[in-house]
C-alpha cells in the first residue's frame, strides 16, 4: 500500500502546478464560428497580424516583434519593415500555395501552416525552394518536425535537411508572443486579439501531454510504483462509474420534497436506462450507456393508451435533464422489461404535451420535449456542466461529498426554473 501512497503523492505534486487555462473572454466568435479547427481562416488573421498594411493599424508592430521573438533573426530597420510585403496564400504553381509568405529586399521567409491538416508529398522541399536568407518556417500545434514525405522532393531525389527548417507551435511560440503583446494593445482590439488568443489556446493546449509527461515520470521511478500505477488503471473506470451514480443518488434524494409540488412519481416499472441498472458499467468501454433518473408527471394523459411524460436526469456525457416522451405499451428493445422511447414527436403529441407543459418552451429533439443543462442552456460550459466522460474538473470536483451535495442543489434550482416551473 506504500507504493500506492507515494505514486499518488507524486502525481499529486508533479501535476498541481500545471494550470488550467482561464479563458480571457467571456464571449468568443472563433468559437461560434469554429474558426480555431479551420486552418486557412486562423492563417488569414495571422497573416493581418504580419502585415504591416493589416487592418490592426498598428503598422510594423507585430512583424517586427515576431521577427525578433519567434524567429529569432538579426534586427532589421524599420524602414525594411515598412516595405515587406505579407501575402497569404501564395501561389508557386498550379498546385501549391505557401500558407504565408514574407519578403523584402533582403530575405523571403515562407510560412508553412499546419493545424489538423495531413503533409503532402514534397511539401517542405518545395516551399523551401522561395526561401531567401531564411529557413523554411514550419508552424503546428506542437512544434513537431515534418517528415521525409515532406522533406523529399516529389518522386523521389534531395531530403531537406532539417537544420533548413526552423519548427515553431501555436502552443508555446504564437501564444507567447501575442500574450506578450497583449498588454499595451488597446479596445476594442484588444477584445478580438484575446478572443484569437483562446482560439490559439484550443487548438494547442499542453495540458493534457504535460499531465501524461509527469505521470509516466512517477511510474517509472520504481517496478512497485509501475505495479501500482497497473492496478490503479484497473480501477478507474469503476470509479468514475460509481462517481455517476452516486450523483444520481444524491438527485434522487434531493429531488424527493419536490415531488409533491409537480405532480411526479418516480418511475419504477420499466427501469428504462435506470443509473442504477448493471449495464452501466461499461459507460466507459462504448459511446454512452446513458444512464438516468426517471419521474412520471402524473397528471400528464395522452389519447394513445400507454404514453407518458417524464422528467429525466440523464448522463450523455454531460449531464443535463428534460421532458421527454415514453410508450409503455410498445415493444421493448435494448433488452428492457417493457416500452420504449417515443422518438417521432409529431405536431398532435406536441399538441397534447402542451396541455401540460407550457408550449413556449416545447422544442422537440428525439424524444425530448424540452431539456437543458445544468447552467440553464442548451449548449455545454466546461466549468459550470459536468463531462464524464472527459471528466473535466466539474466533474471531477464532485467526488467531494459537500460539493456534490451543492452542485446537485444548484442544478436542481436551474432545472426548477427552466423545466419543471413550467408544468401547467
Not at 382 to 408: G, H, I, W
Amino acid at each position: 500500500m506504500e507504493a500506492y501512497r507515494d505514486l499518488l503523492s507524486k502525481i499529486h505534486t508533479n501535476c498541481k502546478n500545471i494550470p488550467f487555462h482561464k479563458k480571457l473572454s467571456a464571449y468568443n466568435i472563433f468559437d461560434v464560428l469554429e474558426i480555431q479547427s479551420r486552418e486557412v481562416i486562423m492563417c488569414r488573421f495571422l497573416t493581418n497580424l504580419l502585415n504591416p498594411e493589416g487592418m490592426h493599424g498598428c503598422g510594423i508592430r507585430f512583424l517586427k516583434s515576431f521577427i525578433r521573438d519567434v524567429l529569432k533573426m538579426d534586427p532589421v530597420s524599420d524602414t525594411l519593415l515598412l516595405h515587406t510585403e505579407v501575402v497569404k496564400e501564395y501561389p508557386i504553381d498550379k498546385e501549391r500555395r505557401i500558407d504565408i509568405f514574407i519578403r523584402n529586399a533582403e530575405y523571403q521567409i515562407p510560412i508553412e501552416v499546419k493545424i489538423y491538416a495531413g503533409e503532402q508529398e514534397g511539401q517542405c522541399s518545395d516551399y523551401f525552394e522561395m526561401a531567401q536568407n531564411s529557413r523554411l518556417i514550419y508552424l503546428t500545434r506542437f512544434g513537431t518536425p515534418p517528415s521525409e514525405y515532406s522533406r523529399k522532393k516529389k518522386g523521389g531525389g534531395n531530403l531537406l535537411p532539417l537544420g533548413q527548417i526552423q519548427c515553431i507551435s501555436w502552443a508555446e511560440d504564437i501564444y507567447r508572443w501575442l500574450e506578450g503583446e497583449l498588454q499595451n494593445l488597446k479596445e476594442p482590439f484588444r477584445a478580438v486579439m484575446e478572443q484569437y488568443l483562446d482560439a490559439v489556446h484550443s487548438i494547442a493546449d499542453e495540458r493534457e501531454k504535460k499531465v501524461a509527461d509527469k505521470v509516466i515520470e512517477a511510474l517509472y521511478e520504481s517496478p512497485e510504483k509501475f505495479l501500482a500505477g497497473i492496478e490503479i488503471e484497473k480501477s478507474m473506470k469503476k470509479a468514475k462509474v460509481r462517481l455517476i451514480r452516486q450523483v444520481f443518488e444524491e438527485f434522487q434524494q434531493q429531488m424527493q420534497p419536490i415531488l409533491e409540488k409537480y405532480g411526479l412519481k418516480l418511475e419504477k416499472d420499466s427501469g428504462y436506462y435506470s443509473y442504477q441498472d448493471s449495464q452501466h458499467d461499461k459507460f466507459y468501454d462504448c459511446y454512452s450507456t446513458y444512464p438516468g433518473l426517471n419521474y412520471v408527471v402524473k397528471k400528464a394523459k395522452f389519447q394513445k393508451a400507454g404514453l407518458e411524460l417524464w422528467f429525466r436526469i440523464e448522463v450523455e456525457h454531460n449531464l443535463f435533464a428534460g421532458f421527454c416522451l415514453f410508450d409503455k405499451e410498445a415493444s421493448s428493445k435494448d433488452g428492457f422489461s417493457k416500452g420504449y422511447q417515443v422518438d417521432d414527436i409529431t405536431d398532435e403529441l406536441k399538441q397534447e404535451a402542451s396541455r401540460y407543459l407550457k408550449k413556449e418552451i416545447i422544442l422537440p429533439e428525439d424524444w425530448w420535449f424540452a431539456w437543458c443543462y445544468p447552467n440553464g442552456k442548451r449548449h455545454c460550459e466546461e466549468a459550470e456542466v459536468p463531462d464524464f466522460k472527459q471528466m473535466n474538473p466539474c466533474a471531477v470536483s464532485l467526488v467531494d461529498e459537500t460539493a456534490r451535495r451543492e452542485y446537485v442543489k444548484r442544478a436542481l434550482a436551474v432545472f426548477e426554473r427552466e423545466l419543471l416551473g413550467w408544468l401547467l
